[in-house]
Nanobody
């Protein structure tokens, strides 16, 4: 079984940057894909970025060019570097492993 914990959320001004981290523990050898998702107030859950089992990284169109997802296999962790943040990026960001295991989420608020 795998557990994941996110960190790095916070309040940032529009145009600013934040870096989210997601660290896994437990049976990390079973991890074959990772994903970042978010849920804005009053909106549905949406995917932000994910890394497939082959290492391919895919981004949602809304964040492409602004967000960068990376992975550190030695640390069983993934990161989401977010730049040029907009108010519409506000929400709770979740890490997901193998389309099954979710973290508790971290709040990202983009506001003047």
């Amino acid at each position: 079984q795998v557990q994941v914990v996110e960190s790095g959320g916070g309040l940032v001004q529009p145009g600013g940057s934040l870096r989210l981290s997601c660290e896994a523990s437990g049976d990390t050898s079973s991890i074959y894909n990772w994903g970042w998702y978010r849920q804005a107030p009053g909106k549905a859950h949406e995917v932000v970025a994910w890394i497939s089992s082959t290492g391919t990284i895919t981004y949602a169109s809304a964040v492409k060019g602004r967000f960068t997802m990376s992975r550190d296999n030695a640390k069983s962790a993934v990161y989401l570097q977010m730049t040029s943040l907009k108010a519409e990026d506000t929400g709770v960001y979740y890490c997901n492993v193998n389309m099954q295991t979710w973290g508790q989420g971290v709040q990202v608020t983009v506001s003047p």
